[in-house]
């Protein structure tokens, strides 16, 4: 399924990529089977932080940005680089001058030595503050000049400014691509490309009596149970991202996936579509919600079996596309 012509916030991969990383993945899954596996408490736990990373990338506080606040401000400065904490480390590498203690234990050439790492390490973390400091300054200034046109819906300035403050690099551990679209004045469209059912992890990984990792495969049901959790949290993610930096009322967010078709093949297919309110996100603490339950609760049109896992729904009668169409938004 194309999405109407619209904007690429996060593009999706295309059909040579796509099964370039599916075989990808099933020749790593057939050569571990006879790999030394590694072991410890670190690898159990990053297969903990992947569980949670899938099924709660909606657990965000949603704080909406106020455009018309923002077009009352000025214009900024660029920052200007400082180096006051590799001054003073320097200040007090210069001015060490070896104690009683040290001078008897032979001490000051390991003080000097620890103080001017010290002087390295406040360099960097200078190099950081400017960093972030030049960042806040070129997004601050972005989105006074953006204001007028995000408040206008243009879509241009929208592109911009979710580019500017949703968390891209995130958001592509969690999903494979994410595009918005007003087929109609005032209403905003946000294209979801989930991740395959193939992407997921088919094992979780548990620290044994003996404190080794221990390899458990996921069943079938499972990984569903996972593929669900994630497709409805990332469709609240979305929904929150979009509406914190576009003032609308309503985000409608229609995911997308690729299914086997029944003849070997695997084609994209709207999975999920919902309409989420600015009002209802507001009144929730996404940290402490359910994404199945709360995407439920929102409505949303989905067609899930553990047996089988999604299966295509219907949205051609939503006026999804626009009266002229233009080419697809991101390849398939």
């Not at 408490?41 to 657990?59: G, Q």
């Not at 359910?290 to 999604?310: K, Q």
Request: glycine share 4%; charged share 30%; hydrophobic share 45%.
């Amino acid at each position: 399924m194309d999405a109407p012509a619209g904007r690429t916030i996060l593009p999706t991969m295309n059909r040579i990529d796509r099964a370039t990383k599916r075989a990808l993945r099933d020749r790593e899954r057939k050569e571990r089977a006879t790999a030394r596996r590694p072991s410890g408490p670190n690898v159990a736990a990053a297969y903990e932080a992947l569980f949670e990373r899938l099924t709660r990338a909606h657990c965000i506080a949603y704080e909406r940005l106020d455009w018309n606040e923002i077009a009352t401000r000025g214009l900024v400065e660029p920052a200007v680089r400082r180096h006051e904490l590799e001054q003073k480390a320097r200040r007090a590498l210069a001015n060490y001058r070896p104690g009683l203690i040290d001078s008897l234990f032979g001490l000051g050439q390991e003080r000097r030595r620890a103080l001017a790492e010290k002087v390295l390490e406040a360099a960097k973390k200078d190099a950081e503050l400017y960093a972030q400091a030049k960042r806040n300054a070129e997004v601050h200034n972005l989105d006074v000049n953006l204001a007028p046109a995000v408040l206008a819906l243009d879509m241009e300035a929208i592109e911009t400014a979710l580019k500017a403050h949703a968390p891209t690099a995130v958001l592509a551990a969690v999903l494979e691509g994410f595009a918005v679209a007003m087929p109609s004045p005032g209403r905003l469209v946000a294209y979801v490309d989930a991740l395959e059912f193939d992407a997921l992890p088919d094992e979780a990984v548990e620290i044994g009596e003996t404190g080794r990792s221990v390899y458990r495969a996921l069943t079938f049901a499972a990984r569903q149970e996972i593929h669900l959790a994630n497709v409805c949290a990332v469709s609240l993610r979305i929904a929150a991202e979009t509406l914190a930096a576009v003032p609308v009322d309503m985000v409608e967010v229609v995911v997308r996936c690729f299914l086997p078709d029944g003849r070997g093949e695997v084609e994209q297919y709207p999975i999920l579509y919902a309409k989420v309110p600015h009002v209802a996100l507001k009144a929730m603490d996404l940290r402490r919600l359910d994404p199945v339950a709360t995407i439920t609760a929102l409505g949303a049109r989905i067609d899930w079996e553990i047996a089988r896992g999604f299966a295509p729904i219907r949205i051609d009668d939503l006026n999804l596309t626009s009266k002229s169409p233009k080419p697809p938004l991101v390849p398939a």
